[in-house]
């Protein structure tokens, strides 16, 4: 698969999964601090949500990453820009910033160190003990955002 557009979609329990996952945030209960995402849809411009890792990174920046690769939240905040992160009545709006793929190898690993016994799954074997030149490989398929 093409890193550039990689995109893996839920397949058998993934979807009951994720509607689990996407309630408890709308229900105030966060998982080592997820949100639901909400971005205006690019076409729509209705808001469209799903739960996401927020990453706090090593510079002590927020950010946030798409293990499934270039899926619709990443597309459709490419275009908005910006979104809110929510949890139960809470809602903080957010400008974000794509990184570069040459700027996403720490992030990579900071994030398979959080996160990894969620989502490793999705990296396809690479783990936070990869080399830096794994990451490098793999980051053009793993878009990466800085909120601000």
């Not at 949500?49 to 090593?58: E, F, I, L, P, W």
Request: proline share 5%; hydrophobic share 40%; net charge positive.
């Amino acid at each position: 698969m093409d890193n550039a557009t990689r995109y893996l979609s839920p397949a058998g329990a993934d979807a009951v999964f994720n509607k689990i996952a996407n309630l408890l945030p709308k229900l105030g209960i966060s998982i080592m601090g997820s949100r639901l995402l909400a971005v205006r849809g690019r076409k729509s411009g209705e808001w469209r949500t799903t739960m996401v890792n927020v990453m706090t990174g090593a510079d002590g920046q927020r950010y946030l990453v798409a293990p499934r690769g270039h899926t619709q939240w990443v597309r459709n905040l490419r275009v908005a820009g910006e979104g809110e992160l929510r949890l139960g009545r809470k809602s903080e709006t957010f400008s974000a910033t794509e990184v570069p793929d040459a700027d996403k190898v720490p992030l990579l690993r900071l994030y398979l160190e959080k996160f990894g016994w969620e989502v490793g799954k999705f990296f396809e074997g690479v783990t936070k003990d990869a080399t830096d030149a794994e990451l490098t490989a793999i980051a053009p398929g793993f878009p990466v955002f800085r909120l601000g």
